[in-house]
């Protein structure tokens, strides 16, 4: 059974269409990103799919349910951007009411909070109240939190957000982790991290299911992302499409990208090498050269 499934679903505050005809399906497995611009309707699909609020047309189920049945109860979890714990009582007591409230006896709960938390690399911090945790170790505890019961899935709006690179790159490792058991539908802005994590993107524009994309189907070896250090002219462009297998080049980001099409066939690093060595000879220092495109080039080239 698909974990979720819309069909035509919509919703409005007022006059204003926040979600239009949205019809999607998502099978269990690694994460899912929901991408799209600032207002887009993300949220609201999320909101939708915790049944925090109702549509105004269209079906929106999970696991064969709708969103905030008693059969999801335990199943479903939401991380929300804000997440906040309250501060008069210890990071361990809280995780255990949660616990309990899914049902858990009071043992249990005690053991499922210590378990969340050690999956987060925080079994320490049972004793602290969420005041003496850093903004990094507060985001772990809510994901710790999310994944109380171990949930077929889970939505995390920005789950990175805020935090600095240790962190992020933590919370990244333990979504990768986790997501041998859950689902994870991650809403965020921040592509490079998604491209890293996810398997399947979402596009929303303006209400709108605008793609829906693979990114591990589209074949990753017919492009090459080139970034260089400074802008480099049309000239090497030209230079780039003369080397062998190469079919196109595109020049972006006022020079400092070039996204390099070439043959299938071609695929024995040939080109990587002749590619470099035309920066070598050209004099042009480059930041990287990586296998295929991309997130936001997929998604808005
Ligand atoms: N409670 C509300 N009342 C009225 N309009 C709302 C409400 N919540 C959202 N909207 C509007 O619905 C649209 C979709 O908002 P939503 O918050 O779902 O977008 P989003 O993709 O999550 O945006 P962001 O990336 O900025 O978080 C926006 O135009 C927003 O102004």
């Known amino acids: 059974m698909s974990l979720i499934v819309t069909r035509n679903l919509t919703k409005r505050y007022g006059s204003k269409t926040a979600l239009d005809d949205v019809s999607l399906q998502v099978e269990a497995g690694a994460p899912v990103a929901l991408v799209g611009p600032n207002g887009a309707g993300k949220t609201t699909l999320m909101s939708l799919m915790c049944g925090y609020i109702q549509p105004d047309g269209g079906s929106l189920e999970i696991l064969g349910h709708v969103p905030g049945s008693r059969q999801l109860l335990g199943k479903v979890c939401a991380l929300p951007q804000d997440a906040l714990l309250d501060p008069n009582f210890s990071v361990g007591e809280q995780l255990s009411f949660f616990a309990s409230l899914q049902g858990f006896s009071a043992k249990d709960a005690r053991r499922e909070a210590e378990r969340v938390l050690e999956l987060v690399e925080l079994k320490d911090a049972a004793r602290h109240k969420p005041t003496a945790l850093s903004h990094g170790m507060g985001k772990r505890v809510a994901i710790a939190q ?12 920005e789950p990175t957000a805020g935090l600095d690179p240790a962190n992020a790159r933590a919370v990244r490792e333990l979504i990768s982790h986790a997501s041998e058991q859950t689902t994870f539908l991650i809403s965020s802005h921040n592509l490079e991290e998604l491209e890293r994590l996810c398997d399947t993107v979402l596009y929303l524009d303006k209400g709108k299911l605008s793609q829906s994309l693979s990114i591990k189907s589209e074949s990753v070896e017919r492009f090459l992302t080139l970034s260089l250090q400074d802008s480099a002219g049309e000239e090497l462009g030209d230079k780039l499409s003369t080397l062998p297998g190469v079919h196109s080049v595109k020049r972006q980001h006022n020079g400092r990208e070039f996204i390099i099409g070439f043959e299938p066939a071609s695929r ?13 000879i050209e004099g042009i220092r480059y930041r990287q050269l990586l296998n295929g495109k991309s997130l936001e080039d997929k998604l808005f080239s």
């Open 268 to 280: 024995d690093y040939g080109l990587e090498k002749a590619a470099l060595e035309l920066l070598a």
């Open 146 to 157: 999310a994944l109380i019961g171990t949930p077929q899935l889970v939505l995390l709006d």
